[in-house]
């Protein structure tokens, strides 16, 4: 049995006023990892940016 498989059910078991809260939390760690992502792309661009911005590069690919 997969994770998935063993949350559900462990979901089945859980009193409807608590669903909320589980859902609530299931949305947090969705928004936590889109964030993440972000975080991860903006510090790539920062530290790719020191190479991208230099004399040398625009003219490697001034011809395209």
């Known amino acids: 049995m997969d994770t998935k498989e063993r949350i559900l059910r462990e979901i ?3 009193p409807e006023k608590y669903l909320v ?11 936590k990892a889109i964030e993440e992502k972000m975080e991860t792309a903006l510090a790539s661009e920062t ?3 020191k190479d ?12 395209l």
């Open 12 to 14: 089945d078991k859980v």
């Open 47 to 49: 530290a790719l940016g």
């Open 21 to 31: 809260e589980i859902l609530d939390f299931i949305r947090f760690l969705g928004s």
């Open 52 to 63: 991208w911005l230099r004399p040398e590069e625009d003219e490697a690919w001034q011809d």
